[in-house]
């Protein structure tokens, strides 16, 4: 099974600041299966980027998915009030999904 | 719109069974894969397994196998997550979410909180 960790556990950041989300698995995944959520409090995730790079509809241009391998990344280029949540990331491989732990965006 | 609705609120008492469902609207819940998520009290999500409601064929997690059974009414478009025996370790959010090409989640459904307390 492979196993995603998130970094840092939490980040401090004020608005208009560019967040850096990181997300390193245990072995490698294809990039097409790497997967982000965003979760807000006493709401359900919400699908954010799929296919490590791909923004799912909706979603605004200053999100921004990168990496392969074991590396990827989740940028925010400028962080608006409604993007301070808990992201995280998702892959898929030989019929097991996995989740990392889960990144928290709070305001600074 | 496509969305997943699931049941309400759940309050048990250990050893008390228990099953929630999930029902699709919008789109045919019988041609795709329906997943379940469990989200403990301030913690992370953990994927438990998934269902085509079509055939019925499941996969479980390797956490989840043997403590949760997972299944599906295609004649009602509707997958379910159920326990024989609660225990209070299973207090917790459970969604369910569309899986789509066999990779990535969405939509999710509301959430049903269960809570177990004896």
């Known amino acids: 099974e492979i196993v995603l960790t998130q970094s840092p556990g939490t980040l401090s950041l004020s608005p208009g600041e560019r967040a850096t989300l990181s997300c390193r698995a245990s072995?490698?995944?294809?990039?097409?299966?790497l997967t982000w959520y965003q979760q807000k409090p006493g709401q359900a995730p919400r699908l954010l980027m799929y296919g490590a790079s791909s923004r799912a509809t909706g979603i605004p241009d200053r999100f921004s998915g990168s990496g392969s391998g074991t590396d990827f990344t989740l940028t925010i280029s400028r962080l608006e009030p409604e993007d301070f949540a808990v992201y995280y990331c998702?892959?898929?491989?030989?019929?097991?999904?996995?989740f990392g732990q889960g990144t928290k965006v709070e305001i600074k | 719109e496509v969305q997943l609705m699931q049941s309400g609120a759940e309050v048990k008492k250990p050893g008390e069974s228990l099953k929630i469902s999930c029902k699709g609207s919008?789109?045919?819940?019988?041609?795709?894969?329906i997943g379940w998520v469990r989200q403990m009290p301030g913690k992370g999500l953990e994927w438990m397994g998934i269902i085509y409601p079509g055939d019925s064929n499941i996969r479980y997690s390797p956490s989840f196998q043997g403590q949760v059974t997972i299944s599906a009414d295609k004649s009602i478009g509707t997958a379910y997550l159920q326990w024989s025996s609660l225990k209070a370790s299973d207090t917790a959010m459970y969604y369910c979410?569309?899986?789509?090409?066999?990779?990535?989640?969405?939509?999710w459904g509301q959430g049903t909180l269960v809570t177990v307390s004896s």
């Open positions: 979410a569309r899986l789509i090409a066999h990779n990535y989640f969405d939509p």
């Open positions: 919008g789109f045919t819940l019988n041609n795709y894969w």
């Open positions: 998702q892959q898929y491989d030989s019929s097991l999904w996995t």
């Open positions: 072995q490698s995944v294809s990039s097409s299966y």
